[in-house]
């Protein structure tokens, strides 16, 4: 518990075969600390397999304030819980580096950096990387192509249809480029004022709970995860999943019962990479050109996965796990060789 904050606050460090983790910070309601912790428990384990496949080395961690529901906090306790925070990651040593997430912002990170300096994704103002939400929104539109052509046999978006459930940072940028490349838009958020970016784009509004039941080709989960339950997936009226919403599928099997049902599943740590690939870029010097070059060869990455789901006969889920665990493992008997050879010097 926060000492100057009194809220629970979880750090969840899942693998460090690859570096340090990296992962951000979520700041959101839950019903009990509990879930809160549980939360963070399942996104580090998804950043591993995010950071693994994205081929950056760096481990899997997230970190997560859990607040009350129904409860806002004041500027005051805001800041109190972002100190308590920075006093977490900096006692991990350096094993874990935090930055934004859901619930908070590149803004927030500049008081979290007051006691640590493990923390990226600071406003480019204060020489940090900046806002990572356009880096995501780049890399996940460089992955519909690949999943179009994977449910259409053609990777053409002008005249494809697609629901975006969610206009938050990277949805709404995401919205701006498909309709840039022609794209038929359907769009809600749970913020009534996003309606605004609806009429600006020509898209099609419609309420937050008629997301998963409106037909359309794709439907982009841009939202909090979760939403793709067995019974959603039953009636869900698209040939294709892709998103930067992490853990869309409520449950792991659900990978398996959209194919069932001959729907594409672009698995979504493969997809919402861009981020990341834009924070550790930055970190290590890059130039925009070096990472925008990284951030639409995630293209090139769903390509392999659904290629070798094909080869395989699995789901793409299953394929992008494979490609993540391969490299870890790859990581894990480099280190282990790099060991043999210091004892037996």
């Known amino acids: 518990m926060g000492a100057r904050s009194g809220l ?26 509990a879930d809160g912790q549980a939360d963070a428990l399942r996104l580090s384990a998804a ?12 481990g899997g961690g997230k970190s997560v304030i859990a607040l009350p529901m129904g409860e806002a906090l004041d500027p005051d306790r805001r800041r109190a819980a972002l100190l308590d925070l920075g006093d977490l990651v900096e006692a991990l040593e350096g094993r874990y580096r935090t930055a934004e997430d859901v619930g908070t912002t590149e803004h927030d990170m500049l008081v979290v950096r007051e006691r640590t300096e493990h ?4 406003p480019a103002e204060s020489g940090g990387a900046g806002e990572p939400a356009g880096a995501t929104a780049l890399g996940v539109f460089s992955a519909i192509a690949p999943t179009l052509g994977e449910a259409f046999g053609s990777e053409q978006i002008e005249g494809r249809s697609f629901v975006i459930s969610g206009l938050g940072q990277v949805g709404g940028r995401l919205a701006r480029m498909l309709a840039g490349h022609g794209a038929e838009l359907i769009v809600t958020d ?3 004022r996003k309606r605004q970016l609806a009429d600006e784009l020509g898209a099609r509004w419609i309420a937050p709970e008629m997301a998963l039941s409106t037909p359309a080709d794709v439907l982009v989960p841009a939202g909090l995860g979760g939403i793709l339950t067995d019974e959603a997936i039953d009636a869900l009226p698209v040939r294709a999943v892709v998103g930067p919403a992490n853990n869309p599928l409520a449950d792991r099997s659900g990978a398996e019962r959209l194919q069932e049902r001959g729907i594409v599943y672009a698995p979504d740590f493969v997809v919402n990479a861009g981020g990341v690939i834009h924070l550790e870029g930055m970190a290590h010097g890059q130039e925009w050109p070096t990472i925008a070059e990284r951030l639409t060869g995630i293209a090139d990455t769903v390509r392999g996965v659904m290629a070798s789901a094909r080869e395989r006969g699995t789901t793409p889920l299953a394929a992008a796990e494979a490609l993540a665990a391969a490299r870890i493992e790859a990581a894990r008997g480099s280190r282990a060789a790099t060991a043999r050879t210091a004892v037996a010097v």
Not at 12 to 26: D, E, I, Q
Not at 47 to 58: E, I, P, Q, S, W
Not at 119 to 122: A, D, F, K, R, S
């Open 8 to 33: 629970v606050i979880t750090v969840a460090l899942h693998s460090s075969a690859l570096g340090p983790a990296l992962g951000g910070c979520r700041m959101w309601s839950y019903p009990t600390w």
């Open 47 to 58: 950043m591993t397999l995010k950071n693994a496949a994205a081929g950056l080395d760096a």
């Open 119 to 122: 923390v990226v994704g600071l």
């Open 190 to 192: 749970i913020d009534e």
